[in-house]
T-cell receptor, first 118, second 114 residues
């Protein structure tokens, strides 16, 4: 089945440091890939997405490139801020199967907690 | 503003009791989903619905039930058969059940056992 593997946290960085959170996936077809962010006590917010190989998703200074050859979708940011402290989830979604039915569902990684300090 | 509203924010369940978590959306989305979040385990899909009066089991449906009588509402009942219900529950919705459309999430309900 589909799976998503994220680097374990917590990740602690100083403000203005470079961020990379690794994400690799296993899927049978051609998934769409997402990064979601969760602030304490809140739901998930979509951060960025990519729907096909070599697409780059970007938002709020964060970027991730869909790499089919390495089945990866690593999240990067050049200069993190204290306000970026949150839990980041990588997720994938595949087309519904004609054989097995079902609709869209997201498969999530376990999340990576980021803490940015002054 | 359009969005997803989950209520209550905190909920406590007694032994042998069923409890119902509310999820309402005014985004005019067709598909709705329920996830369970446990520490260190990411999110796991409980149930989803692509259209009114239809829903499918997700990966961990045992001990839960849902209904979809209206497009904007997708309540989740945690039954007494769910022996470990303490978790953070998240409701989501999307435009149509296709992978290119992101899911939009509510702010969650935290369920605890008394």
């Amino acid at each position: 089945g589909d799976s998503v593997t994220q680097m374990e946290g917590p990740v602690t960085l100083s403000e203005e440091a470079f961020l990379t959170i690794n994400c690799t996936y296993t899927a049978t077809g051609y998934p769409s890939l997402f990064w979601y962010v969760q602030y304490p006590g809140e739901g998930l917010q979509l951060l960025l997405k990519a729907t096909k190989a070599d697409d780059k998703g970007s938002n709020k200074g964060f970027e991730a490139t869909y790499r089919k050859e390495t089945t990866s979708f690593h999240l990067e940011k050049g200069s993190v801020q204290v306000s970026d402290s949150a839990v980041y989830f990588c997720a994938l979604s595949e087309l519904p199967s004609i054989l097995t039915g079902g609709g869209n569902k997201l498969t999530f990684g376990t999340g990576t907690q980021l803490k940015v300090e002054l | 503003d359009g969005g997803i509203t989950q209520s209550p924010k905190y909920l406590f369940r007694k032994e042998g009791q069923n409890v119902t978590l509310s999820c309402e959306q005014n985004l005019n989305h067709d598909a709705m989903y329920w996830y369970r979040q446990d520490p260190g385990q990411g999110l796991r899909l409980i149930y989803y619905s692509q259209i009114v009066n239809d829903f499918q089991k997700g990966d961990i449906a045992e001990g839960y039930s849902v209904s979809r009588e209206k497009k904007e509402s997708f309540p989740l009942t945690v039954t007494s058969a769910q022996k470990n219900p303490t978790a953070f529950y998240l409701c989501a919705s999307s435009i149509v059940a296709t992978p290119n459309q992101p899911q939009h999430f509510g702010d969650g309900t935290r369920l605890s056992i008394l």
